[in-house]
Nanobody, 115 residues
Framework: QVHLVESGGGLVQSGGSLRLSCAAS????????MGWYRQSPGEERELVAI???????IYADSVKGRFTVARDNAKSSVYLQMNSLKPEDTAVYFC?????????WGQGTQVTVSS
C-alpha cells in the first residue's frame, strides 16, 4: 500500500504562482509514475501532469508552458510548480501514484485562483 500526502494549496491571485508537494510512503518500490489530477465542482477529475520513473512527462494541453512536474525519487516525492495561474485552474488537486493493480490517490488540496 502507498500513502500519499499533499501540501501547498491555497488562494492566489490570477497570474500568481503556487507549488504543490506530495510525499509518498509505504510500498514506494511499486510506484511506476507519479503526478497530479484536478477536479472542479461538477466536473470529472482530469489529468494535469504525470512523470514516470524514467522522467517521461505528460501534461494537459491547458497547463503546458505554465506548469512543471518534477520528481525527487530519493524522497519519493512529486512536485507541481504552477505559474501564470488562471481562475480556471481553481480546483482540488490530487496527488496520484501509478501502482500496478492499485493506483493510489492523496486526499486532495484546494487551489483557488481569484480574478
Amino acid at each position: 500500500q502507498v500513502h500519499l500526502v499533499e501540501s501547498g494549496g491555497g488562494l492566489v491571485q490570477s497570474g500568481g504562482s503556487l507549488r504543490l508537494s506530495c510525499a509518498a510512503s509505504g510500498a514506494i518500490f511499486s510506484i511506476k509514475a507519479m503526478g497530479w489530477y484536478r477536479q472542479s465542482p461538477g466536473e470529472e477529475r482530469e489529468l494535469v501532469a504525470i512523470i514516470t520513473n524514467e522522467g517521461g512527462q505528460i501534461y494537459a494541453d491547458s497547463v503546458k508552458g505554465r506548469f512543471t512536474v518534477a520528481r525527487d525519487n530519493a524522497k519519493s516525492s512529486v512536485y507541481l510548480q504552477m505559474n501564470s495561474l488562471k481562475p480556471e485552474d481553481t480546483a482540488v488537486y490530487f496527488c496520484y501514484a501509478a501502482v500496478p493493480g492499485s493506483n493510489q490517490w492523496g486526499q486532495g488540496t484546494q487551489v483557488t485562483v481569484s480574478s
